[in-house]
């Protein structure tokens, strides 16, 4: 995909230049941005100025000094973009690293809360296809689901309520996207609160 839009824009690229012998940092901006055109999304990055000095003439021809900017700032741009879209599915390169990630997550929940077993009355846990609910009698049931569309873990709690956790890649924790509180954090916190005891979490 990025070989053939390269491709499609050195063409009207050769064009903008046939008719140019020699050729400034201002008309390589110009030829390039003219070449880019057609693509939204890299227009705003081609239409910048090139360099202080509006009036030095490139040393080479124009098509081939024009092909070379063209070539940067598309591998640049190109780049911003992966990074953005990375970012945007929760810092999961494919749909596999989120389940991976996720359930691992989902099955440390399960382990945690199971010291509850001998404590809690009619205490319940079970995780299927994605869906984890830890039900503690009189306390009410909490439910945590993996949402794979978004990339995140959705969480229903008859103390805080419905909260959605997305992934921080920097921390490598799930944290919630209205004021960052850590799943496991809120975890302990809460069964504290409803069953009077500390359970072991990995944070």
Same mark, same amino acid.
């Given at each position: ?13 050769? #064009? ?18 003219g070449a880019a055109r057609p693509s939204k999304a890299l227009w705003g990055a081609y239409r910048k100025p090139l360099s202080e000095s509006q009036q030095q003439v490139?040393? #080479? ?8 900017? $063209?070539?940067? +700032? ?10 953005? =879209?990375?970012?945007?599915? %929760?810092?999961?390169?494919? =749909? #596999? !690293?989120? +389940?991976?990630?996720?359930? =691992? ?10 010291? @509850?077993?001998? /404590?809690? *009355? !009619? ?6 296809? %994605?869906? @984890? ?5 009189? +306390? %009410?049931? &909490? /439910? $945590? ?8 873990? &959705? &969480?229903?709690?008859? @103390? ?5 956790? =997305? ?6 924790? &799930?944290?919630?996207?209205? !004021? ?6 809120? @975890?302990?916190? *809460?069964?504290?609160?409803?069953? %009077? ?7």
């Amino acid at each position: 995909m990025i070989a053939r839009r390269f491709s499609i824009l050195t063409r009207s690229l050769a #064009r903008s230049c046939k008719s140019m012998t020699s050729i400034s940092v201002t008309q390589v901006s110009q030829a390039v941005a003219g070449a880019a055109r057609p693509s939204k999304a890299l227009w705003g990055a081609y239409r910048k100025p090139l360099s202080e000095s509006q009036q030095q003439v490139c040393p #080479r021809s124009p098509f081939y000094c024009a092909q070379a900017t $063209l070539f940067s +700032h598309f591998v640049s741009s190109s780049s911003r973009t992966n990074a953005e =879209e990375v970012q945007n599915q %929760g810092g999961f390169p494919t =749909e #596999r !690293d989120f +389940h991976v990630v996720a359930d =691992e997550t989902l099955d440390e929940v399960q382990a945690s809360v199971d010291a @509850l077993e001998d /404590v809690v *009355e !009619d205490y319940e846990a079970n995780l299927s296809q %994605g869906v @984890l609910n830890i039900g503690m009698g009189p +306390h %009410g049931t &909490w /439910v $945590l689901n993996k949402q794979t569309p978004n990339r995140q873990i &959705w &969480w229903s709690s008859p @103390l805080s309520g419905p909260l959605r956790f =997305e992934y921080d890649v920097a921390t490598k924790m &799930w944290v919630t996207t209205r !004021d960052r509180r850590e799943l496991f954090a809120l @975890l302990r916190e *809460e069964v504290k609160r409803v069953a %009077g005891i500390d359970i072991r979490t990995r944070t």
